[in-house]
């Protein structure tokens, strides 16, 4: 059996590293993200590693369950790494609900980190 291209083993390790940080203790995602970075939760954009932490710490829920269904990883021309992700979480008492969420990832003093990430649950408002 062939071994994955490496933007796969790269995106892989990555994803299954952030949903563990994330379910576990989120404070830990700071190291991932850079004042560069950019974030878009649910259509709302945060720039740079603080704006990004703040938004992830203030989510509203004590505990997460991310279950991951699919995820696929490019690479891309200026050697980064594309990342998209399908799943389903569970926060405290709430159902489950679908979500999606993007990566981009880029090799910086030998660290993989996000420049961007967008994430969004999977409802649909059919009636708006």
Same mark, same amino acid.
């Given at each position: @059996?062939? !071994?994955?291209?490496? +933007?796969?083993?790269?995106?892989?390790?990555?994803?299954?590293?952030?949903? *563990? *940080?994330?379910? !576990?203790?989120?404070? /830990?995602?700071?190291?991932?993200?850079?004042?560069?970075?950019?974030? $878009? +939760?649910?259509?709302?954009?945060?720039? =740079?590693?603080?704006?990004?932490?703040?938004?992830?710490?203030?989510? %509203?829920?004590?505990?997460?369950?991310?279950?991951? $269904?699919?995820?696929?990883?490019? %690479? $891309? %021309?200026? !050697?980064?790494? @594309? !990342? @998209?992700?399908? =799943? *389903?979480? /569970?926060?405290?008492?709430?159902?489950?609900?679908?979500?999606?969420?993007?990566?981009?990832?880029?090799?910086?003093?030998? /660290? +993989?980190?996000?420049?961007?990430? @967008?994430?969004?649950?999977?409802?649909?408002?059919?009636?708006?």
């Amino acid at each position: @059996m062939a !071994s994955k291209p490496v +933007w796969e083993q790269i995106g892989a390790g990555f994803v299954q590293h952030y949903y *563990q *940080q994330l379910d !576990s203790d989120r404070t /830990k995602l700071a190291d991932l993200y850079t004042d560069a970075s950019c974030l $878009t +939760w649910e259509g709302v954009g945060f720039q =740079g590693n603080k704006a990004i932490m703040e938004k992830i710490t203030s989510l %509203p829920f004590q505990a997460i369950q991310h279950s991951i $269904t699919a995820q696929d990883h490019q %690479p $891309t %021309p200026d !050697s980064c790494v @594309m !990342s @998209m992700v399908m =799943g *389903q979480l /569970k926060a405290d008492a709430d159902q489950v609900m679908g979500f999606r969420q993007t990566f981009l990832l880029k090799n910086v003093d030998n /660290k +993989w980190i996000c420049t961007n990430d @967008m994430f969004r649950l999977a409802l649909h408002n059919f009636g708006a």
